[in-house]
């Protein structure tokens, strides 16, 4: 299952001209307000007719402006889900999730239960929209998106009306999605934290054009993508197996440089997690540091340095077999001749990690 977008649009001043590949997981659309993420969605919906190009679902013409070929939008199979969950106020959560089957090509049964199971709504069947909250909502509204029997499901910022609590709790329902459905994803978000949990593929947006496109986790660990995915926000992704709860609060993990403590994970001992690392909160040492606070000193090799046009550098990590990314000043970089090859220890704050950013490996 894949989907192939190749299209040019002009709004006037703006223009648009994307070509990428979406492969089977999640593909996430990252780009700044304005780089035409939604413009994009909405030609691979049906709901923009580009001016030129070629959209292809898993074989499937989608479109093709010079063969003058667009199937209808409510011809496409795909499956929505938009900020606000458009959910019907007067019909329950089961007749809300039952309305998508209308459209479905097949019964349901098994399926109704596995995915009211895995979006944990089971206790809302019987209620109206109305008494649910905002993350409720949403996972009503992607059941509703899947049970539709969708070949892709777009994703419009799902989260963006969320509070940061609701955010936290709906993350572990779409690493399920992603875990448990061999529906791909067109996810359009421009946080961050969601596309460093949930995608497998990310296509960088600027200024109406792909900046770079690929797996998620080789882009988010490139030195040379830090300015597009912004200089705070940059981090790369640890593994880690989580082998101990401590009396004191603190959750042991097992990367494979080391071990790792984060303040409590609910998580049980052996669950396999991903734990993002902003580059900001990495600080390295060339020697094994001696009575330092922080309890997270892992070994690693650099390798790769990117030296910004100011004061800072990011500098790119081998811990392990994971790849981690630091930003330091330009002036330690070259202190410490942190050169590709040079030995050094990273070391992390067990509480800089924020609780979103701890996710299910996949
Ligand atoms: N129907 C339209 N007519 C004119 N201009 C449009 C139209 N739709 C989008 N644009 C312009 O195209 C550009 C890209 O918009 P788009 O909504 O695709 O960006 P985005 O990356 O999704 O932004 P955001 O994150 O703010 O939703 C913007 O400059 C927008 O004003």
Same mark, same amino acid.
């Given at each position: 299952?894949?989907?192939?977008?190749?299209?040019?649009?002009?709004?006037?001043?703006?223009?648009?001209?994307?070509?990428?590949?979406?492969?089977?997981?999640?593909?996430?659309?990252?780009?700044?307000?304005?780089?035409?993420?939604?413009?994009?969605?909405?030609?691979?919906?049906?709901?923009?007719?580009?001016?030129?190009?070629?959209?292809?679902?898993?074989?499937?013409?989608?479109?093709?402006?010079?063969?003058?070929?667009?199937?209808?939008?409510?011809?496409?199979?795909?499956?929505?889900?938009?900020?606000?969950?458009?959910?019907?106020?007067?019909?329950?959560?089961?007749?809300?999730?039952?309305?998508?089957?209308?459209?479905?090509?097949?019964?349901?049964?098994?399926?109704?239960?596995?995915?009211?199971?895995?979006?944990?709504?089971?206790?809302?069947?019987?209620?109206?929209?109305?008494?649910?909250?905002?993350?409720?909502?949403?996972?009503?509204?992607?059941?509703?998106?899947?049970?539709?029997?969708?070949?892709?499901?777009?994703?419009?910022?799902?989260?963006?009306?969320?509070?940061?609590?609701?955010?936290?709790?709906?993350?572990?329902?779409?690493?399920?999605?992603?875990?448990?459905?061999?529906?791909?994803?067109?996810?359009?978000?421009?946080?961050?934290?969601?596309?460093?949990?949930?995608?497998?593929?990310?296509?960088?947006?600027?200024?109406?054009?792909?900046?770079?496109?690929?797996?998620?986790?080789?882009?988010?660990?490139?030195?040379?993508?830090?300015?597009?995915?912004?200089?705070?926000?940059?981090?790369?992704?640890?593994?880690?197996?989580?082998?101990?709860?401590?009396?004191?609060?603190?959750?042991?993990?097992?990367?494979?440089?080391?071990?790792?403590?984060?303040?409590?994970?609910?998580?049980?001992?052996?669950?396999?997690?991903?734990?993002?690392?902003?580059?900001?909160?990495?600080?390295?040492?060339?020697?094994?540091?001696? $009575?330092?606070?922080? @309890?997270?000193?892992?070994?690693?090799?650099? /390798? !790769?340095?990117? *030296?910004?046009?100011? %004061? +800072? #550098?990011?500098?790119?990590?081998?811990? $392990?077999?994971?790849? @981690?990314?630091?930003?330091?000043?330009?002036? /330690? !970089?070259?202190? *410490?001749?942190?050169? %590709? +090859? #040079?030995?050094?220890?990273?070391?992390?704050?067990?509480?800089?990690?924020?609780?979103?950013?701890?996710?299910?490996?996949?």
């Amino acid at each position: 299952m894949s989907l192939s977008v190749h299209l040019a649009h002009s709004f006037g001043d703006f223009a648009l001209d994307v070509d990428f590949e979406a492969p089977a997981g999640v593909t996430a659309l990252f780009g700044r307000s304005g780089s035409g993420k939604t413009s994009v969605v909405n030609a691979v919906a049906g709901l923009l007719r580009p001016d030129a190009g070629r959209i292809v679902l898993d074989g499937r013409v989608l479109f093709d402006a010079e063969q003058g070929a667009s199937v209808p939008v409510h011809q496409r199979r795909l499956g929505y889900v938009f900020q606000e969950g458009r959910l019907f106020p007067h019909l329950s959560v089961r007749q809300n999730l039952s309305y998508g089957h209308w459209f479905a090509p097949r019964g349901v049964g098994a399926e109704f239960d596995h995915v009211v199971a895995m979006l944990g709504i089971d206790g809302l069947l019987e209620r109206r929209p109305g008494g649910l909250s905002g993350g409720e909502k949403q996972r009503v509204a992607i059941g509703r998106a899947l049970l539709a029997r969708p070949q892709l499901l777009l994703m419009d910022e799902p989260l963006a009306a969320l509070d940061e609590e609701r955010k936290a709790e709906i993350l572990p329902f779409l690493e399920r999605l992603r875990e448990e459905t061999a529906v791909p994803v067109l996810y359009v978000s421009h946080s961050m934290v969601e596309v460093a949990r949930l995608a497998t593929t990310l296509v960088l947006m600027d200024a109406g054009r792909v900046v770079r496109a690929g797996p998620a986790e080789d882009i988010l660990s490139d030195p040379d993508n830090v300015p597009a995915l912004g200089i705070r926000t940059a981090g790369a992704s640890l593994h880690a197996v989580v082998t101990a709860q401590e009396d004191d609060g603190l959750t042991r993990l097992e990367a494979s440089a080391g071990p790792l403590y984060l303040p409590r994970v609910d998580a049980r001992i052996g669950a396999r997690l991903s734990i993002r690392i902003l580059a900001q909160d990495v600080i390295l040492s060339r020697t094994r540091p001696e $009575g330092l606070s922080a @309890l997270n000193v892992l070994p690693a090799t650099v /390798s !790769a340095v990117r *030296l910004g046009d100011g %004061p +800072g #550098a990011i500098i790119q990590l081998k811990a $392990g077999d994971d790849l @981690l990314l630091a930003r330091i000043t330009r002036r /330690s !970089a070259l202190a *410490l001749q942190l050169e %590709p +090859g #040079a030995q050094c220890f990273a070391i992390v704050k067990t509480v800089a990690v924020a609780r979103t950013d701890v996710g299910g490996a996949g």
